[in-house]
Each structure stands twice: as C-alpha cells, then as structure tokens.
C-alpha cells in the first residue's frame, strides 16, 4: 500500500527565495520535468519542486497573503514544514484503509490524492498520493 515518501511540502513566502535557498544550502536541483520554469499555480498557492537526492520537497507560495491552505498556515505559524506525502500503490484502496482506521480523510483531488486531517494523525497534515 505504501511504496514510501513523495515529497516533504514546505509552506515559503517567496517562492525563488526558497528554491534559491535549498539549491545554495542542500545543492538542491529545480525539477522542471511537469513544467519549463518549474512552478505550478494551482490558484491559492504556486508549487515548486526541488530535489535533494532521492528526496523530494515540494515548496508552496500563496498567492494571497493569508488566504487558503498555505497562506493562512504562513500567517499563523510562519514559513515551515507543512505536510508530508507519502506514495500510494492504489490510492481508492488507501483511502479506503485509512478511513477504516478512524483517519479523517479529506480534500480529495482526482481520485489520486487526498489529506489525512492532522487531528486523527498526531498533528500531522499527511497527503497521500499516487503520483510520485
């Protein structure tokens, strides 16, 4: 069911400052495999993918100061760890799993990734997903 860790998504009010950051601190690599530039706009918040070696980091920009998800995460505790990803052979049948454990599944995107809402999960946001 789970094949391991996607990505480590990390809430940044400036999105090239942030991918500047991890490229001069951890000779990080934009990955631009999905798009040129290697940021997504998904509406309330810009993504960036940059790899570590085997690991991944998504980084989130909102696009609003203190609107949705990432924005309101930024004005209430600052730039940071925001959730973790963990990789999805199936994802219908973890879903289904994790529900089936009092996990509170929620945000559903696609039928490919959902969140697990942190508090049925020690305070963690965890995404699951099966793209990698």
């Known amino acids: 069911m789970i094949e391991g860790l996607a990505h480590v998504g990390v809430a940044v009010k400036d999105i090239d400052e942030g991918i500047d950051f991890f490229k001069e ?11 040129e530039d290697g940021k997504m706009n998904f509406g309330l918040h810009i993504s960036a ?9 998504e980084l989130m920009q909102p696009t609003q100061e203190g609107v ?48 697990i809402h942190p508090k049925t999960c020690k305070g963690m946001l965890v995404e699951f997903t099966e793209i990698a």
Request: aromatic share 8%.
């Open 25 to 35: 601190k951890f000779g990080a690599v934009l990955d631009t495999s999905n798009v």
């Open 49 to 57: 993918v940059v790899r570590v070696g085997s690991l991944a980091f």
């Open 68 to 115: 949705g998800p990432v924005g309101k995460f930024i004005a209430e505790r600052g730039e940071g760890l925001h959730h973790i990803s963990l990789k999805v052979d199936k994802f219908q049948s973890a879903k289904e799993d994790f529900e089936s454990k009092a996990l509170k599944v929620m945000g559903e995107m696609g039928g490919v990734m959902a969140f």
